[in-house]
């Protein structure tokens, strides 16, 4: 009895399940973005034009229930393509998807629907330090401003609709 042919092919799918395994686990879509920080949080340093490049993805299947998603909310909000304020709820649903992408075509951007490394960066450039202190303090939308900042370690937080300091986190939504 030869048992070679059923070990080959033993082999070959055996190899086959690990390398899918892999790849799976080391291509999230967040790595997947070419340069992706890694952080927990919206980050930056030095100047804050220039922060959000790097910043990961926030989809309807990636970072959907995060604070990091209601940060972006409030951008759209801002800038007008979300009709509230009570739509910043840090669920990045069909609603905010689709105001995404109204976004993204109103800057020349590919309209996705998907908020990565080069939506963030277009959108930073709205970053703004209004008192002249040198620090930020404000997303300039158009048509409405919100309060914004960037903490001592790099990491950025806005206040939610009652008022509460927030941290952008993409791992936990507490925003309202």
Do not use: H
Request: aromatic letters at 14%; glycine letters at 14%; proline letters at 2%.
């Amino acid at each position: 009895m030869n048992f070679r042919p059923k070990r080959i092919k033993l082999a070959a799918g055996t190899i086959g399940a690990l390398t899918a395994a892999v790849l799976a686990v080391s291509t999230s879509p967040a790595a997947a973005s070419g340069t992706y920080s890694g952080r927990a949080y919206v980050y930056g340093a030095g100047a804050f034009s220039d922060d959000w490049g790097d910043e990961g993805i926030l989809s309807t299947s990636t970072n959907t229930y995060s604070n990091a998603t209601c940060l972006w909310q409030k951008i759209l909000w801002a800038d007008g393509f979300l009709g509230s304020r009570a739509d910043v709820d840090g669920i990045f649903g069909t609603g905010t998807r689709d105001a995404t992408r109204a976004w993204q075509r109103s800057r020349g951007l590919s309209d996705d629907g998907v908020v990565g490394k080069d939506t963030f960066a277009v959108a930073d450039g709205r970053l703004r330090d209004w008192d002249g202190n040198g620090a930020l303090d404000t997303y300039d939308g158009e048509p409405w401003n919100f309060s914004v900042w960037r903490d001592s370690e790099g990491r950025y937080g806005f206040n939610d609709g009652y008022d509460n300091k927030r941290l952008a986190g993409y791992d936990y939504r507490t925003c309202s």
